[in-house]
């Protein structure tokens, strides 16, 4: 039984002796490496767009103006700018890390063209820093309006 299923299986054959249509037209070697080509150009095509799906984040902008500023002090507008400059630092270290990774990959895309799906152009790191500094000049503004010195009483002469 066992010797027969072998020789039905090389000669693409059912076990009643008669072609099926599959394996009529997978048993030509020319139409197998077609199909077999447009199967692996649908996987790369796939895999590639999945790729550029996960190649760069979506920014997230701060607003310029936001609900809580009415009621902030002094001490929380100024906690608000340090923080801030710190994190425009750490987007520009993104942006930098970004920049090398889209050379590297746009390099390296002309020997593997796939690469260049993982290229970033969604440029979220400057995106966020833009909203950044206008933040800080509205901050500054406000600063300066509730950061004043007391000014000192006029004497009566």
């Given at each position: 039984?066992?010797?027969?299923?072998?020789?039905?299986?090389?000669n693409n054959k059912s076990p009643d002796g008669v072609r099926t249509n599959q394996q009529a037209?997978?048993?030509?070697?020319?139409?197998?490496?077609?199909?077999?080509s447009?199967?692996?150009?649908?996987?790369?095509?796939?895999?590639a767009l999945a790729c550029a799906a996960c190649a760069g984040r979506d920014p997230q902008p701060v607003a310029t103006v936001q609900a809580t500023?009415?009621?902030?002090?002094?001490?929380?507008?100024?906690?608000?700018?340090?923080?801030?400059?710190?994190?425009?630092?750490?987007?520009?270290?993104?942006?930098g890390g970004k920049v090398a990774q889209n050379v590297v990959a746009g390099v390296a895309g002309v020997f593997i063209p796939v690469l260049w799906f993982g290229m970033d152009f969604k440029g979220a790191a400057s995106k966020e820093v833009v909203a950044l500094q206008?933040?800080?000049?509205?901050?500054?503004?406000?600063a300066s309006e509730r950061c004043r010195a007391p000014q000192p009483a006029q004497q009566r002469r």
């Open positions: 039984m066992a010797a027969t299923n072998k020789c039905l299986a090389q037209l997978l048993g030509t070697p020319f139409v197998r490496a077609v199909f077999f447009q199967m692996t150009r649908l996987a790369i095509v796939v895999l500023d009415a009621n902030a002090s002094c001490a929380m507008v100024t906690a608000e700018i340090e923080a801030n400059n710190i994190k425009v630092r750490e987007l520009a270290g993104e942006e206008a933040r800080q000049q509205y901050l500054t503004t406000l």
